[in-house]
């Protein structure tokens, strides 16, 4: 598979959990991909709860239930270790669907909800910080 070139930021979709253009900030640093969330619990049945924001574009209801998932310890920039909940879903960039996984944490002081880590990008892009949103201007939408 030829690499694609990806810039710092770009917009991708969700399309399993109806989330349309949302911004990306694209991480080298960070292993793991991670999507925003307000709220992630496990239900007395055995289901993940994710509440998401209600102004995610083409997000018709802001909460999802989740049968599979797991969870993973992810260490943030600062060093202190965090227990997250990881899901699998499908993103939509550069007109191709790919699977990602993606941690689920609160990202309410961020510039961006969604952050693209290595083990997502390795093998299928090419980084260069210089540019943005890549996917965005190469898209008819």
């Known amino acids: 598979m030829k690499k694609l070139l990806i810039g710092r930021t770009d917009f991708v ?17 960070a292993y793991t991909s991670t999507l925003h969330c307000k709220k992630a619990v496990r239900t007395n049945k055995g289901r993940l709860k994710v509440v998401f924001e209600k ?14 998932f797991t ?6 920039s600062n060093g202190k270790s965090q227990l997250r909940y990881l899901i699998k879903t499908k993103i939509n ?6 699977d990602i996984y993606l ?3 609160s990202r309410e002081k ?8 290595r083990k997502f990008l ?18 008819k939408e």
């Open 71 to 76: 969870t993973k310890r992810v260490r943030s």
């Open 110 to 117: 961020m510039r961006t909800p969604v952050l693209l880590g």
């Open 103 to 105: 941690t689920l944490s």
């Open 55 to 68: 102004d995610f574009k083409g997000l018709k209801d802001n909460t999802l239930y989740f049968e599979e």
């Open 13 to 29: 979709s969700f399309p399993e959990l109806g989330i349309r253009r949302i911004k990306v900030k694209v991480d080298t640093g």
């Open 122 to 139: 390795k093998g299928k892009f090419i980084v260069d910080p210089a540019k943005k949103n890549l996917s965005k201007k190469s898209s």
């Open 93 to 98: 960039l550069f007109h191709q669907e790919f």
